[in-house]
Nanobody, 117 residues
Framework: QVQLVESGGGLVQAGGSLRLSCAAS????????MGWYRQAPGKQRDLVAT???????NYADSVKGRFTISRDNVKNTVNLQMSSLKPEDTAVYYC???????????WGQGTQVTVSS
């Protein structure tokens, strides 16, 4: 069983910064990617950023230049440094892990990020 535990969400003013962290544990085999998705009220869950074990990153256009994803392959953790936050970044942020030969998707419980204007 794989568990993803997130931390670091909260309330911040526009222009501020937050750092999200996620730790993966359990029977993890062949990690393909880790990352973050977000879901605003009434909207679908969208990609924020992902990173492969080799360090290749993929960012949503809306966060490029403002967010930075990083990971620790030994500890199986992934972090998201968010800067210059905007009200439209308000959402529940979900940690993501893709692993296994058929790339099973695993999700954290979600952490709320609220950016006030």
């Amino acid at each position: 069983q794989v568990q993803l535990v997130e931390s670091g969400g909260g309330l911040v003013q526009a222009g501020g910064s937050l750092r999200l962290s996620c730790a993966a544990s359990g029977s993890i085999f062949r990690i393909v990617a880790m990352g973050w998705y977000r879901q605003a009220p009434g909207k679908q869950r969208d990609l924020v950023a992902t990173i492969t074990p080799g360090g290749r990153t993929n960012y949503a256009d809306s966060v490029k230049g403002r967010f930075t994803i990083s990971r620790d392959n030994v500890k199986n953790t992934v972090n998201l440094q968010m800067s210059s936050l905007k009200p439209e970044d308000t959402a529940v942020y979900y940690c993501y892990l893709g692993a296994g030969w058929s790339t099973t998707d695993y999700w954290g419980q979600g952490t709320q990020v609220t950016v006030s204007s």
